[in-house]
């Protein structure tokens, strides 16, 4: 009795305190999405964030997982499993020490995002949730802002105490290795992974399905930054995003030319007169370069993401964390885990469309963008579209 009274004035002292526990945990899941790079021995900063947050959900009594949600878990482990099991018998060079690595990975992945999003859904955090992520989103931008402005004054400001885990090579942030070129990449390892974060963010804000408005200036703020990565493939996404919005938000016939928008004319056309140096190196050359066939990073993207395919053995694949790094997510499943688990992955993406169509695009066009499915933020990116990508009451109960 004495047990289960501790118990219980634990369990009361938890749903008094309810809101400091959800500001804890909502903060620290949205500070390991900006951490992602952060490597601190073999695992990333948001690796020991994960256990902070897994610890914080049991402690607090909110870590749940539903019996239907068993099903899901269940399916996805038991696949990688059996791909392990059978690339074991199969498959000569296959190393078990990295299967078992990549499978204990992915189960804690799979656990963290089952307790999070039931934790987000029963306590009723969307809202709460994606506003911490802009706040934090809008503190990156900042940072990245105040570096590349540290990089152009040659020495003069401090800057590299934020790279002190992450690359510090001129290539990871200047154009061609041109420093008179800066890219803009804040705290993350290269401008494409800055831009990866920041898309996920503002397609988050404009398309989720659980009415949580944003404020227009984090989502200008947030753009902005993505146009300073210079990442062809970041910027193409973000001008994909904004145009799906300005499709489902504007109303030609409605439209009313005001003095708003003569402002807001004026200042992107000083914005492209300042910066067209910039433009013209990184966009509009690089265009041409990719046309002619000179940049080849389009076609590694596409294409060459798919060469570690083993197509002599598709079925199973060369087990799961044998693949060298890829950016395509789909050509990293089938090269690693084989046919059943791409075709799965190729279903879950089209039911997606179905779910949210913009939401559903955007992950699409992002999984060719950044690979790693073992990286914590394609685990993060998953939480987020499980959470956001349909209502409460009818479209995420198909889900999860």
Not at 63 to 78: A, C, F, P
Not at 157 to 179: H, K, Q, V
Request: proline letters at 1%; glycine letters at 6%; one cysteine or more.
């Amino acid at each position: 009795m004495k047990e289960a009274s501790i118990l219980t004035k634990w369990l009361d002292f938890n749903k008094r305190n309810h809101q400091v526990w959800s500001s804890i945990i909502l903060f620290l899941m949205s500070l390991s999405f900006v951490v992602t790079d952060w490597m601190i021995g073999i695992f990333t900063l948001s690796d020991y964030i994960f256990a902070l947050v897994g610890m914080s959900l049991l402690i607090s009594g909110n870590y749940k997982i539903k019996r239907k949600q068993i099903v899901w878990i269940l399916l996805v482990l038991g696949v990688i499993a059996a791909n392990i099991i059978m690339n074991m018998y199969n498959n000569e060079n296959f190393v078990l020490k990295t299967g078992m690595a990549a499978f204990i990975r992915v189960s804690y992945y799979v656990a963290l995002v089952i307790g999070v999003y039931n934790y987000v859904k029963d306590q009723k955090l969307e809202a709460q949730f994606l506003k911490m992520l802009n706040v934090i989103a809008v503190a990156i931008c900042f940072i990245g802002i105040y570096i590349t402005i540290a990089l152009y004054s040659n020495g003069q400001l401090p800057y590299e105490f934020f790279w002190e885990f992450t690359r510090t090579d001129l290539l990871s942030y200047a154009f061609n290795e041109n420093p008179e070129f800066i890219r803009t990449r804040s705290i993350f390892s290269e401008p494409a992974y800055l831009g990866y974060f920041l898309n996920i963010i503002l397609a988050m804000n404009y398309f989720n399905k659980v009415n949580v408005k944003i404020k227009k200036g984090f989502t200008i703020l947030i753009s902005l930054t993505l146009f300073l990565t210079f990442s062809y493939s970041a910027m193409g996404i973000m001008l994909m995003i904004q145009g799906l919005y300005f499709i489902d938000k504007i109303h030609l016939k409605n439209f009313k030319w005001t003095t708003k928008t003569t402002v807001s004319v004026i200042l992107v056309l000083i914005a492209l007169v300042f910066s067209w140096d910039l433009i013209n190196e990184t966009i509009i050359n690089r265009t041409a370069d990719i046309l002619s066939g000179e940049d080849g990073s389009a076609y590694f993207r596409i294409i060459r993401s798919w060469d570690y395919v083993n197509i002599e053995n598709v079925f199973l694949g060369n087990g799961i964390g044998h693949t060298p790094n890829v950016w395509n997510i789909y050509a990293y499943i089938l090269s690693d885990l084989g046919l059943i688990a791409f075709l799965l992955s190729g279903l879950f993406s089209f039911y997606t469309l179905f779910l949210n169509f913009r939401i559903g695009l955007v992950f699409i066009a992002l999984n060719f963008q950044k690979g790693g499915y073992l990286n914590p933020a394609f685990s993060i990116f998953l939480l987020l579209i499980f959470i956001y990508i349909g209502t409460r009451e009818k479209k995420i109960k198909r889900i999860m």
